[in-house]
């Protein structure tokens, strides 16, 4: 389990694919500090498995089911990639909950800077709009962020300079794609309101409600 706030950007230092598997060195440092092997790391919103790590760099394995569903099987050589540990008990939850399990994949439709701020568009597989709520939360490449917008085609966020400057949403352009991550508690909701459906369940909007959801 991660917070979706990026500890440092690292870099892709080496890929090596066979088939539909793939093993790639990451350099980088913060989240080398106290690292074993078997840790979860999120790089770009996909938790990783370390399966080796030096003094420099840690590498993971990455299978065909993964590569498919997220944009890491379009990785090359000397790409930044957002880094996160994996949440300690006792750690302050500074994002929100968020897995590393990769939803979708997105495309930036526009990145402009307007007042101090940077606003990015982003449009989003129609199979997931229904998780999105306007001041909701979403992961983006593993960076926890809020949804300032919805629109027909997905939605917008709005970046302050530090997070865009300390995270990869700097790198991106129009076009390229992102990994997406709903808020987990948003699929959970929608399980309860299908259990609802069933009258022995004993749950409804209202019951949610008065639960605090």
């Not at 539909?20 to 919103?45: C, P, Y």
């Not at 880094?83 to 930036?108: S, T």
């Not at 701020?117 to 998780?131: D, F, G, K, N, V």
Request: with cysteine; charged share 20%.
């Amino acid at each position: 389990m991660f917070t979706g706030i990026v500890e440092e950007v690292g870099h892709v230092r080496h890929i090596a694919r066979q088939g539909e598997f793939q093993r790639m060195q990451i350099a980088a440092q913060r989240v080398l500090e106290d690292v074993k092997m078997g840790d979860s790391i999120n790089v770009d919103g996909v938790c990783q498995t370390v399966v080796h790590f030096d003094a420099q760099s840690f590498s993971v394995e990455t299978v065909s089911e993964t590569l498919s569903r997220t944009t890491l099987g379009q990785f090359q050589s000397g790409r930044p990639v957002n880094l996160e540990r994996a949440l300690c008990p006792g750690d302050r939850l500074g994002g929100h909950i968020v897995q590393g399990h990769v939803d979708g994949v997105g495309h930036v439709r526009s990145v402009q800077e307007r007042q101090g701020e940077w606003r990015i568009q982003i449009t989003a597989p129609s199979a997931l709009h229904r998780y999105i709520a306007e001041k909701g939360s979403i992961t983006i490449d593993g960076t926890s962020l809020t949804v300032a917008e919805l629109s027909d085609e997905g939605f917008t966020i709005s970046v302050i300079p530090h997070t865009f400057d300390q995270t990869v949403l700097s790198q991106r352009r129009t076009g390229d794609a992102v990994n997406l991550e709903v808020d987990v508690l948003a699929r959970y909701i929608e399980r309860l309101l299908a259990a609802g459906a069933d009258s022995s369940a004993g749950l409804s909007f209202e019951s949610l409600r008065s639960m605090g959801y």
